[in-house]
């Protein structure tokens, strides 16, 4: 996810087994007489820290950018999808817990995980009874339907994950409700009853209780969407509903008293509301939290370049942070549809000169910004290779190698092009600024080109036309796992049938047949070995075309609400888990 992110094919028992990021147990850590917790370093990497039952108060969030949008139905970005769960119950969640049971999905709409039947074609879910939307009315199986399938609409909603259009067997032609409407689509999900559901797949796939862990299974009534607008006001099924939603400005959500807490078994629903405030500078969303004017950071990407010297040089702070290592990486898209990019030897001329370093700097160094890497797999996905087809001694870029790519390519004194990123984030700011410098050496000069983080995707760097008629060659980008295993982390940036002309594609820049038919090969293998043996050769395939430049595998330094309690890290979503928090 962008957001940021263990699938098996074969029994689903088996695909929930996989946890590749978990670090430690889940032990409660316990509180002083005063009914404080002592700050230490990484308290709150794999237990809870300041724990509590407390009800009442307002969590107090920011947002350095945009929302990419409310909509469970399109968004994709890791932090929404933790925030989400507020006000939305999808058929399956991540454990909101700490530790690697937190990697692990279980049952939230749904009574239970998915029942395959055929081979692991089809699978069917009961819903909870007494479930409401936030007017009184009874949550059905029909609501879930309706909602996956105006999801597969990528016209109107450009930017969410292509898993379900990827595996549902829907009638062909089929564009969604408002498109396609009226037409027949049983041959890709049934609902016998209202709390039943089944999904009917073109081939067996064992990780399914993965996509109904999607925000995409949030139930929409369909006599309230208003398409592109349902944005504005969500229909809450979860503890919190909109109270105020300004786009752009900021929103606040209070609690829904149509809730039943006897039908959650995974909200304690503490706080009395939660206020958002978007497009905050991202330094001073970090000076509010080492003030205690704010609570968190929404984004979870942790602390801006200008704060990172600051808190780690002094201990008091230091002790308010966590420094997870993410299932993310931050990269850069290389696009072959902008010329001479077409030109593999000016891709790889690219590769070579990039300073690393420079762009592990860009992100906070070692501690606060990730290892260099060579490979789009993390460490902590099964099937990882360390490899680096693009090696320099240092790590500081191979020139030499770099000018032999440019005179292969036709290019001996270089070439222009440009390279987009997201504007609110300080991090990609740099790192532009960092490449712009290192490929200055061999003469290729790079124009930065900001763009707004909330359209970034469906309007600019995701999207073909735009790229290609606005000489994109090079895109800022991260990715963290939507779940940790190589289908999880690769399918959505290296697919090429998930790349959209009309926008919202998040895999920009990987068109390779054979990685196609590589990942189709894998999500059938049912040895585990097998499957995990095929996502390095997935990512040595990509690394050969040279489509994509990895910077590091992401780390990050969160800075610990001090003001909050039952604070910790997420596995799923490598942030704080924003569901289970509560006001001191």
């Known amino acids: 996810m962008r957001k940021s992110r263990a699938l098996v094919a074969g029994t689903a028992a088996l695909a929930l087994t996989l946890s590749a990021a978990a670090c430690g147990g889940s032990d409660d850590k316990g509180s002083d007489s005063s009914g404080g917790a002592k700050p230490e370093f990484n308290a709150a990497l794999t237990q809870v820290y300041n724990p509590s039952d407390k009800k009442g108060g307002t969590i107090r969030l920011a947002n350095s950018g945009d929302w990419d949008t409310l909509d469970p139905g399109e968004t994709y970005y890791g932090y929404s999808w933790n925030f989400l769960r507020l006000y939305g119950r999808g058929l399956l969640m991540f454990k909101p817990v700490p530790g690697a049971e937190g990697n692990t999905v279980t049952p939230d709409l749904a009574e239970g995980l998915g029942t395959p039947s055929d081979g692991g074609k089809t699978w069917t879910y009961k819903i909870r009874k007494g479930v409401k939307f936030e007017d009184g009315t009874e949550v059905t199986s029909k609501d879930v339907k309706y909602a996956v399938l105006r999801s597969i609409d990528k016209e109107t909603f450009p930017n969410g994950p292509a898993y379900f259009e990827g595996f549902l067997n829907l009638p062909a032609g089929y564009k969604g409700p408002y498109k396609s409407k009226g037409v027949n689509t049983d041959s890709a999900i049934t609902t016998p009853d209202d709390q039943t559901i089944v999904f009917h797949l073109k081939q067996a796939f064992g990780g399914f209780d993965y996509f109904a862990a999607l925000p995409q299974t949030v139930p929409v009534p369909e006599a309230k969407d208003t398409g592109a607008k349902y944005k504005e006001h969500v229909v809450s099924t979860g503890p919190y509903k909109f109270e105020t939603n300004e786009l752009g400005k900021s929103f606040k959500l209070v609690r829904n008293d149509k809730w039943d807490a006897a039908t959650d078994p995974n909200r304690k629903a503490l706080p009395d509301a939660y206020e958002v405030q978007l497009n905050v500078n991202a330094d001073d969303i970090d000076n509010r939290l080492l003030s205690g004017d704010l609570d968190v950071d929404v984004v979870g990407t942790g602390v801006q370049p200008a704060t990172l010297g600051r808190v780690v040089g002094d201990p008091t702070l230091k002790a308010s942070t966590d420094n997870p290592t993410l299932a993310r990486l931050w990269y850069t898209s290389i696009n072959p549809t902008v010329a001479p990019l077409d030109n593999i030897d000016c891709r790889k001329a690219i590769e070579y000169a990039a300073d690393k370093v420079g762009y592990q700097t860009a992100y906070g160094g070692p501690l606060a910004g990730g290892e260099i890497t060579g490979t789009i797999l993390p460490p902590m996905i099964p099937g990882y290779e360390k490899f680096d087809l693009y090696p320099s001694a240092d790590g500081t870029g191979d020139v030499a ?38 490929l200055a050496r061999v003469g290729i000069k790079l124009t930065l080109k900001p763009f707004p983080q909330g359209d970034y995707f469906s309007q600019y760097a995701g999207n073909p036309p735009y790229v290609k008629n606005n000489k994109l060659g090079m895109n800022l980008n991260g990715w963290g796992a939507d779940w940790n295993d190589g289908f999880g982390f690769l399918s959505q940036i290296v697919d090429s049938r998930v790349i959209r002309e009309t926008g919202g594609s998040s895999n920009t820049s990987v068109r390779i047949p054979e990685v196609d038919q590589l990942l189709d090969k894998a999500s059938a293998e049912t040895d585990a070995a097998k499957r995990d043996a095929y996502w390095a050769q997935i990512d040595k395939r990509v690394m050969e075309e040279a489509v994509i430049l990895p910077g590091v595998t992401a780390k990050s330094l969160l800075i610990r609400p001090k003001t909050l309690t039952n604070v910790f890290v997420s596995d799923a979503y490598n942030m704080y888990d924003y569901l289970s928090l509560g006001v001191a």
């Open 401 to 438: 190698k770099a000018k032999e790519h440019l005179a292969a390519c036709g290019q001996p004194n270089g070439f222009e092009t440009n390279i987009a990123y997201r504007a609110e984030r300080p991090k990609e700011k740099a790192t532009a600024e960092a490449l712009q410098q290192s």
